[in-house]
């Protein structure tokens, strides 16, 4: 199964991961597209999602008869290698409406859930940004939603790379459940930034199976992934912004990593 998926122009709300077209079972991605002066109603009855602004503005209403409304919040963002999100958490059983004065780009992660909780706006100024990694595995990682925040079971972040920098370096997994991993399904989204053009490189695999795939990503390219270890490369004089999603049966976040790369967690200090 190819588990690349090439992001299309079409308007509205479209689905882009769902679990026909993948081997994933607690999470789904999502576009909100929008052009200038449209507006958008959806209805989510036995999804939690979070919405995550990748380019333009919004404001909107979240409807939820049980646990309460957000009211006319707004938010913008013009990039996101250098920009923080504006994010909508919105809990099942809610109804979102939004309207955009100069057009809405916006990514949404879903996982099934029926414990509703109240939404939550968290704008630009809530969001930390941190360092993590040395060298060319350097990269800077926003912590959206943890594995302690206000989801049932989503754990939601962005990490921007070095110009030809690696994110998710060691390779890690989160597919079997042992003292070392709980399975979480995770999708990737990604954007490229260069000069004169940009790709980067992403590789899943699986020691124990031997299996292995490979994908060239280019702008707006999202990647599932069910199982295996996995970590994404840009090119040289390039950088990378990947929005990473998790979901599985227990909100846990516990990985391993490729052992033969583990010395480089070790040695980090060494290197900064």
């Known amino acids: 199964m190819n588990n690349a998926h090439k992001l299309t122009d079409k308007k509205g709300y479209v ?21 200038p002066g449209e507006k958008l109603e959806h209805k989510y009855e036995d999804f939690e999602s979070v919405i995550i602004l ?60 029926t414990k509703s909780s109240s939404p939550l706006f968290i704008n630009q100024a809530n969001i930390i940004e941190t360092a993590r990694g040395a060298l060319n595995w350097k990269r800077k990682v926003r912590v959206i939603f943890g594995p302690v925040s206000q989801t049932n079971n989503i754990i939601i972040g962005e990490s921007v790379s070095v110009p030809g ?15 070392l991993e ?24 699986d020691l124990v199976k031997g299996s292995e795939e490979h994908y060239t990503i280019s702008e707006d390219t999202a990647i599932a992934i069910p199982g295996g270890f996995h970590t994404t490369l840009a090119v040289p004089g390039c950088r990378l912004y990947m929005l990473w999603g998790l979901a599985g049966g ?21 290197y900064r």
Request: no cysteine; net charge negative; aromatic share 12%.
């Open 15 to 35: 689905n882009i991961v769902n679990s026909k077209n993948s081997r994933l079972t607690f999470l789904t991605l999502d576009r909100i597209f929008l052009g």
């Open 165 to 179: 920098g690696w994110i998710g370096f060691p390779p890690h997994k989160h597919d079997v459940e042992t003292d």
């Open 54 to 113: 990748q380019q333009g503005d919004f404001t909107a209403s979240v409807k939820n008869n049980s646990t309460g409304n957000l009211d006319s919040i707004s938010g913008s963002r013009k990039d996101v290698f250098d920009e923080f999100p504006a994010v909508i958490y919105i809990p099942p059983g809610s109804k979102i409406e939004m309207e955009t004065k100069n057009g809405l780009d916006a990514i949404v992660y879903s996982s099934p859930s």
């Open 250 to 270: 227990k909100k846990i976040y516990k990985l391993s990593f490729d052992e033969r790369f583990t010395w480089l967690n070790d040695a980090e200090a060494l």
């Open 182 to 205: 709980n399975p979480l399904d995770e999708i990737y989204f990604f954007k490229v930034q260069g000069p004169h053009g940009a790709y980067a490189l992403h590789h899943t695999y």
